[in-house]
């Protein structure tokens, strides 16, 4: 009952710590901001499409028509939606302070992970517990709280740990692997690539440091251990679930080979976003120097302890070996993962993108620090365990006591020292912190830098009191006066750091409503299309403008050549002509021509006029989804039908019930050659397993 219990309370504690994202309505509430408003709209329009049990494949009002099954921001396959489908069924829709719930979720999710992850390591459940609810609400988790599926993602790896773990002991052969498919499919399906990615570069390591410490019989003691089957059972888990993901995984790489910057091999993109030496020291001292997309600070408590710890192994090596083999490999792994987010200032980054698949299609590497959040709250729970222990076993004894606290509090002076003289080394090099701290303040709500040395100065001073009042008392549970503390200080110092990243002091939209995503389509037939950079519509009004990288090549292409072609004599023409090809007069989306190879827009439209007046007799729209398109037009001669929308490789035409070929207009949009008389046109987005 008392574990239950527990479990149940590191679930509870992101939503109490988040509480001003989870309450509506009050004037302590805030709205997520930046892209949690394109996220939140991708989930709706899955939802409404769900509801009517149709899978969305194609998003229609994106830069002119985007791929959404294999976007890997809209959580296509993400199990839990399924969940969400039968909430936005009976509660009339899905609000943005729902979605803000669900967001929230995912860090509930993450802390049951890593509490089973830690008990399987034979961590004891106390201590397993305050270093899961200081974890997971660190400000590298509440950053990525703009990134629902971010969350999701990065939710479902402590669950791969604990199966990797489990599996190792012979006693459960079926369990584990189960464990390992699931939260593999549930963490890739859940939409953020990068994370999903990055988690090689744990999992991997991870596996290979417990078979070493089990071969060791370090920590770990498994009488005839086979690592053949250990490797077997792990094998055929994950290949199982990358089995099942595969045409999700192979629909993301198409759509990504479609996107300029996303192709790889591209190293101004893939290191546009720097992260260095000094972002990591602030990231673990003072957040304000560091990039906000690579913070993962923890508070100073809890980096007084683990540092303190894992200096006083050093010191006494000969009695804590194993302790300090686990620590120092841990170390190393840490500055390994942190120089490789250094970029083009790391010779080993540099390998990667070179030879490691997929490494060259990312950026933003200072992202990657995600990936040490869950082997900290390791390192931390182990911390407080044993400065317990020393409290409890050796600071009651007097005749001893007194060196080994005198040691302790050498140690934690020095450690606390090499800190506030980084935190003001970085509060005085403005160079160094005004590369973030401008744009920090102005989404970080309050946020003071120099707070973060003052809450240090507390947070050491009265940790150092509690370790004195701990060895002093002569009680039961004297533990607790050093715990509590510790727990208290370092929850404020992270709510400092972390509580408002990315947030908006407005109202959170509650309203609920069914969109009715299929009428909304049909209307966007008849409804002007918006030429700025936009994302998906919730509204009949559709977007044609692009991202670098995101859109599709094909149509910056097309724009970037029609900028070239504009001259002072043709420049009102040539945007007039533009605006009605893309429907931004009036969102008309289909055009008949005599032929399709015209060298400019201008001529296409003046063919267009010019068609209609002499051969069309009829058009109408029988059907328009978003994901298939049937219209009958009725025409004097043979022509070309111009369906404004972009090409994608799944797409199929037919005319006439007839598969036809569909050619490309402009290099990006669709047309399909169609005969004198009438024709039944239909388009499909037809993906492979589809």
């Not at 009002?61 to 959580?75: D, K, L, R, V």
């Amino acid at each position: 009952m008392k574990t239950i219990l527990l479990y149940a309370a590191v679930f509870i504690w992101p939503f109490i710590y988040c509480f001003r994202f989870v309450i509506s309505g009050e004037s302590f509430s805030l709205t997520i901001s930046n892209d949690f408003y394109y996220l939140y709209d991708l989930k709706v329009y899955q939802l409404d499409k769900l509801s009517n049990f149709i899978f969305p494949l194609w998003s229609p009002s994106e830069s002119c028509g985007y791929p959404f099954y294999s976007n890997p921001h809209a959580q296509a396959f993400y199990p839990l939606n399924l969940l969400l489908t039968i909430f936005y069924k009976i509660a009339g829709g899905y609000s943005y302070a729902d979605h803000q719930k669900f967001t929230v979720l995912g860090l509930s999710i993450f802390s049951v992970g890593l509490l089973a992850w830690l008990r399987s390591l034979n961590v004891n459940i106390i201590y397993a517990v305050i270093a899961v609810c200081l974890v997971s609400v660190s400000s590298k988790m509440t950053e990525i709280l703009r990134f629902p599926n971010a969350v999701h993602t990065v939710a479902w790896i402590p669950f791969i740990l604990y199966g990797c773990t489990v599996a190792a002991s012979k006693k459960n052969k079926i369990f584990p692997a189960v464990i390992i498919f699931l939260s593999t499919i549930l963490m890739i399906s859940a939409g953020y690539s990068y994370n999903a990615y990055h988690s090689i570069f744990l999992i991997i390591p991870y596996v290979l440091l417990l078979v070493f410490l089990i071969r060791k019989n370090i920590c770990f003691k498994i009488p005839n251990f086979s690592i053949t089957g250990y490797f077997i059972k792990l094998l055929i888990s994950f290949s199982s679930a990358v089995i099942i993901c595969y045409p999700y995984i192979k629909g993301i790489l198409g759509q990504m080979n479609n996107v300029a910057f996303r192709k790889g091999k591209d190293f101004e993109f893939s290191t546009f976003y720097k992260f260095s030496f000094e972002d990591t020291i602030g990231s673990l001292v003072y957040p304000p120097a560091a990039p906000i997309e690579g913070w993962y600070y923890f508070g100073i408590a809890s980096l007084l302890i683990v540092s303190a710890v894992f200096i006083y192994f050093i010191l006494n090596k000969t009695e804590y070996r194993n302790e300090l083999i686990i620590f120092s490999i841990i170390f190393v792994w840490y500055c390994i993962i942190s120089y490789i987010t250094y970029g083009e200032n790391s010779f080993l980054f540099k390998i990667l993108w070179d030879y490691f698949p997929g490494f060259s299609r990312l950026r933003v590497w200072g992202r990657m620090n995600v990936i040490l959040v869950p082997v900290y709250c390791f390192m931390l729970a182990y911390s407080i365990k044993f400065i317990s222990k020393l409290i409890e076993n050796k600071f009651s004894d007097l005749k001893t006591g007194r060196s080994i606290f005198l040691k302790t509090i050498v140690v934690f002076v020095s450690v606390y020292l090499i800190i506030i003289s980084a935190q003001i080394y970085l509060l005085k090099t403005t160079e160094v912190q005004q590369q973030t701290i401008n744009y920090t303040k102005n989404l970080n709500m309050g946020l003071n830098e120099s707070s973060f040395i003052v809450i240090g100065v507390i947070t050491f001073a009265l940790t150092l009191i509690s370790l004195f009042i701990s060895w002093k008392i002569n009680i039961k549970n004297t533990v607790s006066f050093f715990i509590i503390p510790v727990f208290i200080l370092n929850s404020i110092d992270l709510y400092n750091a972390g509580s408002l990243q990315w947030a908006a002091k407005i109202k959170t939209n509650t309203e609920r409503k069914i969109l009715n995503i299929d009428e909304i389509n049909m209307q966007s037939l008849n409804t002007p299309r918006n030429d700025k950079l936009s994302m998906i519509s919730l509204t009949p009004v559709f977007n044609t403008g692009y991202a670098d990288e995101w859109s599709f090549e094909s149509l910056k292409f097309f724009l970037d050549n029609f900028d070239n072609s504009i001259t002072e004599e043709n420049m009102e023409k040539s945007l007039m002509s533009l605006n009605e090809l893309t429907g931004v007069n009036d969102g008309k989306r289909f055009f008949l021509t005599e032929k399709i190879n015209t060298g400019s827009v201008i001529e296409f439209i003046d063919d267009s006029h010019k068609f209609d007046s002499l051969n069309l007799t009829d058009l109408k729209v029988e059907k328009y989804n978003g994901d298939e398109l049937i219209c009958n037009v009725t025409v004097k001669s043979d022509g070309y039908f111009s369906f404004i929308d972009n090409w994608d490789p799944n797409w199929k035409a037919f005319v006439n019930g007839q598969e036809t070929e569909i050619e490309k207009l402009f290099g990006t949009f669709k047309s399909v050659k169609i005969g004198k008389g009438s024709n039944s046109i239909e388009f499909k987005y037809c993906p492979d397993f589809f």
